[in-house]
């Protein structure tokens, strides 16, 4: 969220190794996720890890760790010399998930929100088909969750078409450069680069939708697998506001 | 590429018809006065995946309503003509794969089955294992696991997501494109030619932006009804779901002759 601050500590050449053995798993996989659907209460710190590649262990990494007061801490581990560490503190403003606070916020600019963004009402729709969140007392909670993961999925995919896109620019950059030694040091920087940030967005494509579930069981015990599919269904084209106490 | 070659050339063709209807009429001062009712011409042919039922276009950057004709071609496919104002006119030409003129059929069916089965349990590389998410949803749908053409489901909802998430990528691009010509616009000394240039380029993006959320709304309603047309029915809940699943490849065109 926009008023999250973020501290981007790069360390190089030293970072921690922060691997852990995994199995044989496919572009992306799972492989410690605290929460689980038979544990309600949540251990604190939630750790996720996101690998890239066909051997996992052996490609980009990223490993996020969740705080109880929404601290979030994460290290992506991009080439075996580099990795990169990310910190969110979280606006001391924002009432916690799960609490009748945050409901209370989150049902007022769902009505606000519905005004410009008509889809919230197919996630409500949907969340009224999941008993245990329309019985409980946080089903705004729940639908303004769906609300930023959608949105934050929206933001890594125009990330991922706008890396795309802007790929015209390295020839330019390249071009530019007479000396033949420097314009094989500029590609090659360009090149890394371009990989540097094509790896973060598919980490953290990968990593948005486990955070977004361990969320759901945190709020309401368990979170069906037929819902997520339902709600990864819709497009949501506006980027919520902040939850903030009057 | 995600979407068929014959879908993207019709993509292409309505793009430069509506670039030469653009430069040609831009200056016209004559435009539609009247919002002009939507002319809605559905195929009956079984056979056509891709082809459209016509919504109205309203663009707010073009500053007109525009008004679509949906023509069923005399040989197969179907073309739509959108109006945004006179002289602005798109043609969108949208031709089937030969493919789906078997669709509904055990022949496509077995064809289907063959190409799900080489992407993944014959696969020599990577499965993309949402491919049997697929068919793990449509396991909780009995419709669908009671006919005899539960492959030829899957090979549609590949072909609509696929389809989606391409189009999805045109609407980027085009406000991308759109971004960058506005920035060297407001270069332009001359303040009668900035402002000039600047509405042409926000309404020919408008223009654009509108088209493709209009094939949006065609390639979802058309994959809906081509999923009724094998089951008879589609539940909402599994229609989302199915959508909700991200393919990282396309399914690959059949090898139909």
């Known amino acids: 969220m926009s008023l999250c601050v973020g501290f981007y500590l790069i360390i190089k050449n030293n970072g921690p190794d922060l691997r852990v053995p995994l199995p044989d798993g496919g572009a992306s996989k799972k492989v410690d996720n605290v929460n689980s659907d038979e544990s309600r209460k949540e251990k604190f710190p939630v750790r996720r890890v996101e690998t890239l590649g066909a051997l996992a262990g052996n490609g980009p990494m990223l490993i996020s760790e969740e705080s109880e007061s929404g601290l979030v801490t994460k290290t992506y581990q991009l080439t075996p010399s580099k990795?990169?560490?990310?910190?969110?503190?979280?606006?001391?403003?924002?009432?916690?998930?799960?609490?009748?606070?945050?409901?209370?916020?989150?049902?007022?600019?769902?009505?606000?929100?519905?005004?410009?963004?008509?889809?919230?009402?197919?996630?409500?729709?949907?969340?009224?088909?999941?008993?245990?969140?329309?019985?409980?007392?946080?089903?705004?909670?729940?639908?303004?969750?769906?609300?930023?993961?959608?949105?934050?999925?929206?933001?890594?995919?125009?990330?991922?078409?706008?890396?795309?896109?802007?790929?015209?620019?390295?020839?330019?950059?390249?071009?530019?450069?007479?000396?033949?030694?420097?314009r094989e040091l500029k590609a090659r920087q360009i090149k890394d680069r371009l990989d540097e940030d094509m790896n973060r967005i598919l980490l953290d494509k990968a990593d948005a939708p486990e955070r977004f579930k361990q969320r759901m069981v945190r709020l309401y015990g368990d979170f069906p697998k037929p819902i997520f599919q339902r709600l990864m269904s819709i497009d949501i084209f506006t980027e919520p506001r902040e939850l903030i106490r009057p | 590429m995600v979407m068929d070659k014959r879908f993207l050339i019709g993509v292409v063709v309505c793009v430069l018809v509506f670039f030469a209807g653009w430069w040609w009429g831009f200056e016209s001062p004559i435009r539609l006065g009247v919002v002009e009712s939507t002319i809605q011409n559905e195929s009956q042919s079984n056979t056509a995946v891709t082809l459209s039922r016509i919504t109205k276009v309203d663009s707010e950057l073009a500053g007109s309503v525009a008004s679509v004709e949906s023509n069923p071609s005399e040989v197969e496919g179907i073309t739509n003509t959108y109006i945004f104002s006179s002289n602005h006119v798109v043609t969108r030409v949208v031709i089937p794969n030969p493919e789906f003129k078997i669709f509904g059929t055990s022949q496509f069916e077995s064809l289907a089955k063959?190409?799900?089965?080489?992407?993944?349990?014959?696969?020599?590389?990577?499965?993309?294992?949402?491919?049997?998410?697929?068919?793990?949803?449509?396991?909780?749908?009995?419709?669908?696991?009671?006919?005899?053409?539960?492959?030829?489901?899957?090979?549609?909802?590949?072909?609509?997501?696929?389809?989606?998430?391409?189009?999805?990528?045109?609407?980027?691009?085009?406000?991308?494109?759109?971004?960058?010509?506005?920035?060297?616009?407001?270069?332009?000394?001359?303040?009668?030619?900035?402002?000039?240039?600047?509405?042409?380029?926000?309404?020919?993006?408008?223009?654009?932006?509108?088209?493709?959320?209009?094939?949006?709304q065609e390639t979802l309603e058309d994959g809906r009804q081509n999923l009724i047309k094998l089951y008879g029915e589609l539940p909402k809940p599994i229609f989302q779901r199915l959508l909700g699943i991200e393919l990282r490849l396309p399914m690959g065109r059949l090898p139909y002759p």
């Open chain 2, 114 to 216: 063959t190409q799900f089965e080489n992407l993944t349990i014959n696969s020599k590389y990577l499965v993309d294992t949402n491919l049997y998410e697929l068919k793990e949803v449509f396991k909780d749908f009995p419709a669908a696991m009671n006919s005899h053409f539960l492959y030829s489901g899957i090979y549609q909802v590949a072909v609509t997501t696929c389809t989606l998430e391409e189009v999805r990528q045109l609407i980027f691009n085009t406000r991308y494109q759109a971004m960058r010509d506005l920035e060297e616009a407001n270069t332009i000394t001359d303040a009668a030619e900035r402002e000039s240039k600047i509405e042409r380029i926000k309404a020919l993006a408008g223009a654009q932006l509108e088209l493709y959320k209009s094939i949006q």
């Open chain 1, 83 to 182: 990795s990169i560490t990310e910190v969110v503190v979280p606006n001391p403003k924002v009432p916690l998930l799960g609490s009748v606070e945050y409901e209370a916020l989150a049902k007022q600019d769902y009505f606000e929100a519905i005004q410009v963004e008509t889809n919230l009402s197919e996630l409500k729709e949907i969340f009224e088909d999941f008993p245990t969140a329309k019985q409980s007392e946080y089903l705004y909670s729940g639908i303004r969750e769906a609300y930023v993961f959608k949105s934050r999925i929206r933001q890594l995919r125009d990330s991922d078409f706008l890396l795309s896109a802007d790929q015209w620019k390295g020839p330019f950059e390249i071009e530019a450069i007479s000396n033949l030694i420097e």
